[in-house]
């Protein structure tokens, strides 16, 4: 592990300053949740475009195998833990003035709030697998036993449900991004995790935080489309690194 760039890091980090944190699949990995690509993704780039893009929801050809596999990734929330990289991310929220930024639709951060008795802002850029949603009205639940693989239909308008995430096609909630954006051109640092840094407008957070004078510390094993405009890179786990930073 690359202690001369934590040391940095963690020194960066000193004196409660805003940090934002921008979160990818990367952080959830170590809990076991495949990440979508890179080194160890199990999907291929064409596989991913296809069963996360609006058009295959709206084909009725291609809906039911796109809600099993939604419905597959649901059922698995029920098994899986956060890891020592969500709870020390959590440890470190508590040391200044930090909002959470996930691209991540699983409950692996709350989850760890919940254990630490503290819960920062948490901002799901691309929803939550644990909600389900009406794709014609506004009618929303959370109801993690409601089996989609059945093409269940809204109880208000009849519409089809569908898991309440963001598909590629389909605008990320404006209060959301607004306020993560606005966040990113005050940030003094932004905390980037996990994430090949690929999927817009979520990649344009440090883009603009970097362009507003942030320092930008990453944390991957791997090299990213964020690496060459951080400032300090840690190529390392999440779960592994993030435990000493906060030492
Ligand atoms: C929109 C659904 C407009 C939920 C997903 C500007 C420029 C270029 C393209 C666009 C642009 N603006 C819009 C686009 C089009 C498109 C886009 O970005 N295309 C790209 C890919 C070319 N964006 C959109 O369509 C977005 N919508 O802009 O709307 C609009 C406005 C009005 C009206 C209509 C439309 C919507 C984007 C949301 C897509 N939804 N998924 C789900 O099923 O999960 S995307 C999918 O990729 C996932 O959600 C995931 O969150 C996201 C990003 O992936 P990452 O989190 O980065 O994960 P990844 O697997 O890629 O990488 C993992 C990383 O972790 C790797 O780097 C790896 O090294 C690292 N890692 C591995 N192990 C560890 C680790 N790191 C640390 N520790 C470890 N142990
Ligand atoms: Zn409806």
Known sequence: MNLPAIDRAAHRLIGSPTVLVCVGS????????????????????????????????????????????????????HTIEPNPGHHALIGLAQTGDYTIATQNVDHLLEAASDQAGFRPAIYHLHGSLLSVRCHECDYQVEDLHLDLREQPRCPRCQGPLRPGVVWFGEALPEDTLGKSMKLAQEADICLILGTSGLVYPAAALPETAKRFGATLIEVNPHLSALSDISDIVIRGKTGEVLPVLLR
């Open 26 to 77: 990367g952080l959830s990995a170590e809990s076991g949740v495949p990440t979508f690509r890179g080194p160890g993704g199990i999907y291929s780039d064409a596989e991913i475009a296809h069963l996360t893009h609006v058009d295959t929801f709206e084909s009725e050809r291609e809906r039911g195998h796109m809600l099993h596999w939604y419905q597959e990734r649901r059922e698995q929330l």
